[in-house]
């Protein structure tokens, strides 16, 4: 099998270990599997906001993230984006890889989030590996299938949900995400992950500070009553 010559360098012993302990099946790859699967793989690192993948594109391949996160997410033709979902630390990206699954017929984008580090297997080399392994191939479903819910939850918050509601269930998500009381995301950003128009989402905030459910600065929003928040978001 062929070394990529694509982005990336070869991983030290730390990273080797590291790598292991992320890769889902490691323990039913053969020997000989295991070493090729080392020699294939390659660090690669990706500035805040960087595109990863575009639909259309080449296929890149799977992804193991070991620092920051990505944004997977569709475009429509008056440029609307829509999130489907974001993976962080330790979560693997199939969909970067989906031209091997051949049930995946549409086209998605990936941008990093934060500074974000990964471990890359070629998309050649791991059709390869999903023909010779069966594990591997299932875990490629399986992780094909676990994304498909994720974007049904999302599709049924777009085509089901009220505003409000959905808002109050991202505030709430980001809370859990990130720690802390205080969301720092602007209002455009807020709009681009929910698939909604900024005026729309900045008029539903105001809504909310009038109701001392958030607190609304330039750094970002302040969430100041969790409890009606959650509330919110469980109506």
Request: with cysteine; glycine share 8%; hydrophobic share 40%.
């Amino acid at each position: 099998m062929r070394r990529s010559e694509k982005g990336g360098v070869p991983m030290d012993a730390n990273e080797r270990a590291e790598f292991v302990s992320l890769f889902p099946v490691w323990d039913h790859l053969s020997p000989p599997e295991q070493e090729e699967t080392i020699r294939q793989a390659r660090v690669v690192h990706y500035e805040d906001g960087r595109r990863i993948h575009q639909g259309g594109d080449e296929c890149l391949g799977l992804l193991l993230l070991r620092k920051g996160g990505v944004r997977v997410y569709m475009l429509s033709e008056d440029g609307r984006e829509i999130t489907l979902y974001r993976l962080d630390q330790g979560s693997a990206c199939i969909l970067t890889a989906s031209c091997v699954l051949s049930t995946i017929t549409f086209d998605v984008h990936v941008d990093a989030e934060g500074e974000t580090e990964a471990y890359l297997l070629d998309a050649p080399y791991w059709a390869e590996l999903c023909r010779q392994n069966i594990y591997v191939e299932c875990l490629s479903y399986r992780l094909a299938t676990e994304r498909f819910s994720e974007v049904m939850w999302a599709m049924q918050q777009i085509l089901f949900m009220s505003l409000d509601r959905r808002l109050a269930v991202f505030l709430s998500d980001e809370l859990v995400r990130g720690g802390g009381d205080t969301i720092h995301l602007t209002h455009e950003q807020v709009a681009r992950y929910m698939g909604s128009a900024r005026e729309a989402v900045s008029r539903m905030l105001k809504y909310f500070s009038s109701e001392g459910i958030v607190e609304l600065s330039r750094g970002g929003i302040h969430i100041k009553d969790k409890k009606k928040l959650r509330a919110l978001a469980a109506h």
